[in-house]
């Protein structure tokens, strides 16, 4: 065939391809509200940030499987880094967010705070509990307890139920998340009159050594230990207390939901062991047991816990505030910014999700909900 031909024959097929390819494509009414997430996909904190996209996805695709206001999620990586969580919302920014749901961890969600709050973007944020993350800054809203109501909740709960008579308090003393609880539990023990005989610490969660702090709790006489630390150090803790056969009862606080998935861990290291969280993943009704079902069905079990139904109804509250305010994919973020303060902290906006039943935010961004304690009996979760 001559050159020339082919060549024009070519052209003419690609130019078919792409009339064809255009033409396929979905109508320009099914734009979306954009969107940015923010957590640790990599590194050791990885299975926080995991949990918290996927539930995100799976009420995304939730909504938009019902037709009218669209979503869309763009989840980056952090790393549980302050200065790559600022990179990451950049890049966000560039991408056209409107809204940013994140971040995961508290230090990451410090650091964007202050950029979302000066650029005026709206923020919730699934999993960071610091009141740092919120303070002084009326645009960011937080879907689980802050760490001082979690620790106060945890002494009552202990106090009411009479959990112990002599209480340990093991914290890592180089993050706030651990130390913000501890010290709130610790406070409100002294009101309580709870005898808190030990404060322990370790200095970070690559923490393997836990024996020293073990023997100064048992040595105390703590037959229950507050361990308000997240469940890969309290995993080695546990072992390691019954390789001394020490025996308290073990209380922990969020951090430690997860447990029973983490890789080649002995569940009945952790039988018995106590913990506050606001999801149970064997709730028998029907709203938790179809999440269940389509958060296994897409990503599976590993890491189906109280971060991923924290992030599932994060995505719900943002989208019935749009619903309610009639926001737009063409709605500029400013514009959105406000009008989900108002209504976020109005006495009129409640959402009942997979972590609470009629949850509002108060002014400080602080959520109003019911703590639930579960007790692992027979590798399963068992609500008290």
Do not use: H
Request: with cysteine; net charge negative.
């Amino acid at each position: 065939m001559n050159k020339k031909v082919f060549a024009i024959i070519m052209a003419a097929t690609m130019m078919l391809a792409c009339l064809a390819g255009c033409g396929s494509k979905a109508p320009s009414n099914t734009a979306a509200i954009k969107i940015g997430g923010i957590g640790p996909l990599t590194g050791g904190a990885a299975t926080y940030g995991i949990a918290t996209k996927n539930g995100a996805q799976v009420a995304v695709d939730e909504i938009n499987a019902k037709g009218g206001l669209q979503l869309e999620l763009n989840f980056q990586d952090d790393e549980a880094d302050g200065e790559k969580g600022v990179n990451a919302y950049n890049n966000l920014k560039g991408w056209g967010m409107q809204i940013l749901y994140g971040c995961t961890t508290t230090g990451s969600c410090v650091a964007v705070a202050g950029e979302t709050a000066s650029d005026r973007y709206f923020q919730l944020t699934p999993s960071a509990s610091s009141s740092d993350v919120t303070a002084g800054k009326n645009n960011v809203f937080q879907m689980c307890f802050t760490d001082p109501n979690q620790g106060i909740a945890a002494a009552d709960y202990v106090a009411a139920n009479n959990l112990g008579e002599k209480i340990a308090v093991l914290y890592n003393n180089g993050d706030a998340y651990s130390t913000g609880i501890a010290m709130a539990f610790i406070d409100r023990a002294k009101e309580l009159n709870l005898d808190v005989v030990a404060q322990v610490t370790f200095p970070d969660d690559s923490n393997t050594d836990f024996t020293t702090q073990l023997n100064e709790a048992k040595s105390a006489g703590a037959d229950m230990m507050f361990l308000p630390i997240y469940y890969t150090p309290a995993s080695l803790m546990l072992a390691q207390a019954k390789d001394m056969g020490y025996a308290p009862t073990f209380f922990g606080a969020d951090g430690m939901d997860g447990i029973l998935s983490l890789d080649g861990f002995d569940a009945s290291l952790a039988e018995g062991l106590m913990l506050m969280t606001p999801f149970n993943p064997t709730a028998t009704d029907e709203r938790t047991q179809n999440f269940v079902k389509t958060y296994t069905e897409k990503y599976g079990a590993e890491t189906l816990n109280q971060f991923a139904a924290d992030g599932y109804d994060c995505i719900y509250a943002i989208y019935d505030a749009c619903v309610k305010n009639g926001i737009t994919a063409e709605s500029k973020p400013e514009e959105i910014c406000e009008k989900l303060i108002a209504t976020f902290t109005s006495a009129d906006f409640k959402i009942d999700g997979l972590t609470g039943t009629g949850m509002g935010w108060t002014t400080l961004g602080e959520v109003s909900k019911t703590p639930m304690v579960v007790e692992i009996s027979g590798g399963a979760y068992i609500t008290k």
